[in-house]
């Protein structure tokens, strides 16, 4: 299943709650977990702890995002290698409108530290790996964050984060557009796009702390 070698495995990578401007997914209003569906009090319902993988290398991505293939319906759902076989694992093709999500059994995120201490003498800042992990123990896909210790808290606390993964979900700015200039506004359109084309797929996966 492992799709990279070594250094070849990193994606695009961000980790955010459900109710970040760039996702709008708000506050889930149910969770299918494998140990059966979790009742939320309205009034203790908190954001989910998010990470999204973005493809860096898939079919039909340019330097101006995703590009429908020439004479594609646009009812068609495109083909994406990379999604197809993990849809073959178990993971859910997301639809365009998002209110519950399901856990993916066997999938495991894993947090790991990647400090360097120049990084952290200098800035007072560390890094994080995040390794998605197939059922049969491969890792599917790996992306370096920024640690955020409210984020770990959250995906501690619940047993999972929701995973995100797909060509279009808002990290990869336009050609010639600075990160500054890429808003949050932008992010989310790309992320609906991604949606509505069939190109993200994603649940509740079992998160694992190494740090």
Known sequence: MSRHQDEELDDGGRILFSDDPALQLGVLT?????????????????????????FRHAVGVG????????????????????????????????PPEISDLYSIPGWELHEIPDEQPQLAQSYGSTDSLLELWTPDGEIYSRICVPHDPEWTAAALRLGYAVVLCGVELGIR???????????????????????????????????????
């Open 30 to 54: 149910g969770l299918e977990t494998a140990e059966g569906a979790v009742a939320l009090d309205p009034g203790q319902i908190r954001p989910m702890p998010t990470a999204l993988f973005e």
């Open 173 to 211: 700015a336009p050609y010639a557009m600075s990160a500054a200039q890429h808003t949050a506004g932008m992010s989310y359109e790309s992320f609906r796009r991604g949606l509505a084309l069939g190109l993200t797929i994603g649940g509740l996966v079992t998160y694992v702390d190494h740090r």
């Open 63 to 94: 330097h101006f995002g995703y590009i429908l293939p020439k004479g594609a319906p646009p009812d068609e759902v495109p083909e994406e290698p990379q999604l197809e076989g993990a849809i073959l694992f178990g993971m859910r093709r997301l």
